[in-house]
């Protein structure tokens, strides 16, 4: 059984999905693997964001 | 305004959803009939190791329609097209979800659905011309 870390799972979801959103968002190779970086750090950007918020508001 | 055609003459010949259920059936095949060869490689190697790594978390193949998000799930997992139905036919993804990385996979499963339909889509698009390149 694979079981990566909560952060591992999110680098894999991010990694794939930016992959498919840059290919499929913009028409040339250098747009799309521009707009696949972008997402990518967005997305796992947003997810230690929120992580953060979620932790202050626990305490 | 009309459709540019996609560029090619193939592109104007056959069954214009060909690529779109070529697409939605194997990850990549959309883009592969239409020549784009690295573009469906990328696509194909994203969605089907995101499906392979969600099962790997031991994820689960919605098949119930009990309530309305095993619904959606279901839905979200019938994009995977025959990934989902060689995974249901060998006995994949039948384990009930008891550890947190299972539940990862399950969402893995789901998406891996959803984005093979955005790059089923986007074959659908390139060959009717409405994305040019």
Redesign the interface.
């Known amino acids: 059984?694979?079981?990566?870390s909560?952060f591992t799972?999110v680098l894999?979801?991010a990694?794939?999905?930016s992959?498919?959103?840059g290919?499929?968002q913009r028409?040339?190779p250098r747009r799309m693997f521009r707009y696949g970086i972008y997402c990518f750090a967005l997305f796992v950007g947003s997810a230690i964001v929120l992580s953060w918020v979620m932790f202050l508001i626990a305490r | 305004m009309p459709n540019k055609p996609a560029a090619g003459t193939s592109a104007q010949q056959g069954f214009v959803y060909l690529p779109l259920i070529a697409g939605w059936l194997v990850p990549g095949a959309g883009h592969f009939l239409l020549g784009k060869w690295v573009?469906g490689l990328?696509?194909a190697?994203?969605?089907v190791?995101?499906f392979a790594?969600g099962l790997?978390?031991?994820g689960k193949l919605y098949t119930g329609a009990q309530d309305i998000l095993d619904i959606l799930g279901m839905v979200g997992d019938l994009g995977n097209g025959a990934l989902f139905f060689v995974g249901r036919l060998m006995g994949l993804g039948a384990d009930p979800v008891q550890?947190?990385?299972a539940d990862?996979?399950s969402?893995?499963i789901v998406?891996?659905g959803l984005?093979n339909v955005?790059?089923a889509?986007?074959a659908h698009n390139l060959r009717t011309g409405r994305?040019?390149?």
């Open positions: 059984m694979f079981r990566p909560h799972a894999l979801f990694l794939f999905a992959t498919v959103f290919i499929t028409e040339t | 573009r990328l696509l190697a994203a969605i190791l995101m790594l790997a978390m031991h550890v947190t990385t990862y996979g969402k893995f998406v891996a984005l955005i790059a889509v986007d994305k040019e390149s």
